[in-house]
């Protein structure tokens, strides 16, 4: 069961207001995820406390590192149900977890940060984590 979307809007907004889009749907995941789509940023959002307080802060920060993902979207557990339950079937071989961040490599997922590596960090650390993994699979800087 969704979460009523004005409860959750404010977060949505938390990673859009850093230039990350919106994949409400498995076909807008299907959209970006794809073969040449490049390193692309995926942020599984969720209500709890390390969400905001940590992973979405992290996010904005390693998003104004060089180099960074060619494209980043975000999905929201409990809110955008079916493209996360899509989303996962994508991320075979790693388990569910929300909030956590993934890196796909033209389609393909290369790097998973779950809930219990986010759980322990703060938001700096959870930054880290992330420009550490763009300087990896981000080869290219985006315009």
């Known amino acids: 069961m969704a979460y009523p979307e004005q409860l959750i809007a404010p977060m949505r907004q938390d ?3 850093f230039g990350l889009e919106e994949a409400r749907t498995p076909a807008d995941l299907d959209r970006v995820l794809t073969p040449g789509s490049g390193a692309v ?3 599984i959002n969720s209500v709890c406390g390390c969400a905001a307080g940590k992973a979405r802060p992290g996010v904005g920060m390693a998003l104004q590192h060089t180099p960074k993902p ?3 979207i975000t999905v929201f ?3 955008d149900d079916a493209a996360v339950a899509h989303l996962r079937d ?3 071989g790693y388990p569910p977890s929300s909030p956590s961040i993934a890196i796909f490599q033209d389609g393909k997922p290369v790097h998973m940060i779950h ?7 703060d938001a700096l650390q959870i930054a880290k984590l992330l420009t550490d ?6 080869t290219k800087t985006p315009a």
């Open 15 to 17: 990673l859009t207001r």
């Open 90 to 92: 994508l991320l075979k």
């Open 70 to 72: 060619d494209k980043s």
């Open 77 to 79: 557990a409990g809110g």
């Open 115 to 121: 809930r219990s590596d986010i759980e322990r960090r």
């Open 133 to 138: 993994a763009f300087d990896h699979f981000c």
């Open 41 to 43: 940023l995926v942020v």
